[in-house]
């Protein structure tokens, strides 16, 4: 971060090399103007800063006057959250190595980050932070500093960080609601009371020192809650100075930890999670999170926040349907009977239960998220971020490439931007690109597992049996279709993983080019870009079976080919259904369970390394800063992470619900799970997390809104297009009666021979008529799956009568299902408000008080101060006068 200060230019360090001349950009810092500040609360908190620092600080060479923390020996209080007096409260620990202890000892490598280190703490405690520092019990090399921040200097960040504090208790009633009368069923749901008492709600305002009267301050102590400490001291961390080189000042936490002069910066845990702690001053509340949130006993309680037909399978009629190859060379001539076993699964999914389950699910994704922004609602109201946007400083790393100088439109002031429009363009430009050139390469990752299935798929059919055994299990399941679908399916998921990895680091690098000026507009664009890719790496090969695979295959005597190579691969008999289905499980539930082996797993076996190193038995000896030094650390994206897992989810389970109706439920299950796996490593593995205020789930919102718009679409094609729903109930209705058919009555018989046409086999092209296999015998003809005139036939080979009933039923029901399902949801949506009507309530109550309290108080004081002047200045006129007249 750039600003222009007393001393001179203000700069974060962002460069790896510590031995750098402070160039930003290519630019020398000699070369670069001075900057005013980039927003003005940053610029407050860093003149603070500045006007707190020890005047004169110059190189690290020249600068002596450091003031040190304080060194005590640990007091053997084990959960102690406190410096050794037992009064002041440990918001934040540092730890590092001590260079002199270092058993390679490079001693002006080790001199120069001593002395960085130095100076930061002593700017630290320059700054009105207090420092106790306590050599670490299992490692004489480690120190562990514990940070403490006063009253004053919270009370002052909490004014310039804009944090809103108590005002006053909320003092509206409760409305009873019809769902009172089962208040009895929910309170099984509802986490005991008696246990974890709920906290009491307060009508809130940005704190102001000046009108600290007004603040409802009953002990200084609990006044500023752990999570709002921690904020603070994080807040002062990442902006204190530690080194000025040629009039560049470089400063934060994360520079500092990242190069190593420290070894880690948390907040602490506030007690053990396996049992509660015998400090009377300790809360418990991570034990008492474990018990209520994370363990399994509490999985069911709220967080503290047939119409087939049986042809296939009758050995007289599938048994006797020869089917035409499906490949060139290599494939053989083959039974109908062979795709039994997969089209009595097919009819599991595939029926009219499910279009009905579709539409349910449409209108409910409408409801889930309509609800969603009623509990945002007031979730934003309970954290006080119902006006955080207004309130949100730049980024440090946002400041500190602000070297080009321009006139605001509002202001009409200079203020420093990081580049020039021009400038911006093309860093747009080259972002745009970048990810445009990864979503390519999902596609052609995409396009190589299409080429693998047509491959492989000869392979399969030459090798796999050509005669149905039914004694053979293997055999009644594993047919070429299947053994391809599910090789090709594990492969994909391979690969989706492996580019997750590489991706994952691509779009951080092109989000950290990009240079969002905010958290969240870093978040939001790092959250679309995340999104975009995962959209199409997990979702490409599922709508490629859906929408592609099997429709433009031509017909055996004139096939459609692949790069001029590879013939178009085709469906099963009863259509790419079941494929699709296959296709989701593996994926879907392929990775749900690496992500919760990789959730519990991973960081369980990082910390049992970390204990293996330390001396056996000695956690329990340790102090508490200690024991969660050797937890594993949360990363700055950690919940990001957990935010796209759940929207995968919902696109999975919202998009192809049709071809797998089981989704919403194993989704479920998962989520149960993923609960209490998320609370467990939480309070057990992680250290505690820098809290950070947010005021909504940021991007992740309308990308759920247009995933369950979609949904509609991709839904109403899949069961017109890939299940074979509308085939049957156009057979059904108009081909199986006449004219067109020959039943008396409305009825499936005959269906599965409606549905293949014939070819001639002396009609194969050179390419695919050579056929060496001929082990079912000499045919003439065969059969295939589509709706085309015979041979014979005056437009042989071309689309029959049956062929347009079906394409125009298809249009229609999409149509239909389409506009019914937006109708519906679009009522829900002007039917549901977003905000409730207690919510609304509670905010406008809470604007009153904040206008009577302290701005009306605030006209009150003024008026009778201006009173008082008055008076005084009568009594000063009327002591003049009165000698006169005398």
Known sequence: MQMMTRDGLLEMELEEDDDDDGDIGGVPASKRPLMAPATLPSGLVLENLEQRIVSGFGSLESQQDFRTPEFEEFNGKLDSLFFNDGQRRIDFVLVYEDESRKETNKKGSNEKQRRKRRAYESNLICDGLQLEATRSLLDDKLVFVKVHAPWEVLCTYAEIMHIKLPLKPNDLKTRSSAFDNFNWFTKVLQVDESIIKPEQEFFTAPFEKNRMNDFYIQDRDTFFNPATRSRIVHFILSRIKYQVRDNVKKFGINKLVSSGIYKAAFPLHDCNFSSPSEDLSCPNERYLLYREWAHPRSMYKKQPLDLISKEVCDPDIGGKIIMCPQCDKLCPFWKLNVTCESSKKLCLFDSFGTLVFAVFMGVWVTLFLEFWKRRQAELEYEWDTVELQQEEQARPEYEARCTHVVINE??????????????????????????????????????????????????????????????????????????????????????????????????????????????????????????????????????????????????????????????????????????????????MGGKAIWNNIQEVLLPWVMNLIGRCRTVSGAEKKAPRWEQDYHLQPMGKLGLFYEYLEMIIQFGFVTLFVASFPLAPLLALVNNILEIRVDAWKLTTQYRRMVPEKAQDIGAWQPIMQGIAILAVVTNAMIIAFTSDMIPRLVYYWSFSVPPYGDHPHYTMEGYINNTLSYFNVADFKSKSKENPYTELGDYTTCRYRDFRYPPGHPQEYKHNIYYWHVIAAKLAFIIVMEHIIYSVKFFISYAIPDVSKSTKSKIRREKYLTQKLLHENHLKDMTKNMGVIAERMIAVVDNNIRPKSD
């Open 410 to 587: 509002i202001t009409q002031e200079e203020e420093r931007i990081p580049f020039t429009t021009w400038g911006k363009c093309i860093r747009i430009t080259l972002c745009a690109s970048a990810v445009f050139f990864w979503i390519l390469l999902i596609i052609a990752s995409v396009i190589g597992i299409i080429v693998y299935r047509l491959s492989v798929f000869i392979v399969f059919s030459a090798k796999l049996p050509k005669n149905l055994n039914g004694t053979d299990p293997i055999q009644k399941y594993l047919t070429p279709q299947m053994a391809t679908s599910i090789t090709a399916s594990l492969i994909s998921f391979i690969i989706i993983m492996i580019l997750n990895i590489i991706y994952e680091k691509v779009a951080i690098m092109i989000t950290n080019f990009e240079l969002p000026r905010t958290q969240t507009d870093y978040e939001n664009s790092l959250t679309m870009k995340m999104f975009l890719f995962q959209f199409v790496n997990y979702y490409s090969s599922c709508f490629y079976i859906a929408f592609f695979k099997g429709k433009f295959v031509g017909y055996p005597g004139d096939p459609v080919y692949w790069l001029g190579k590879y013939r178009n691969e085709e469906c099963d008999p009863g259509g790419c259904l079941l494929e699709l289905t296959t296709q989701l499980i593996i994926i």
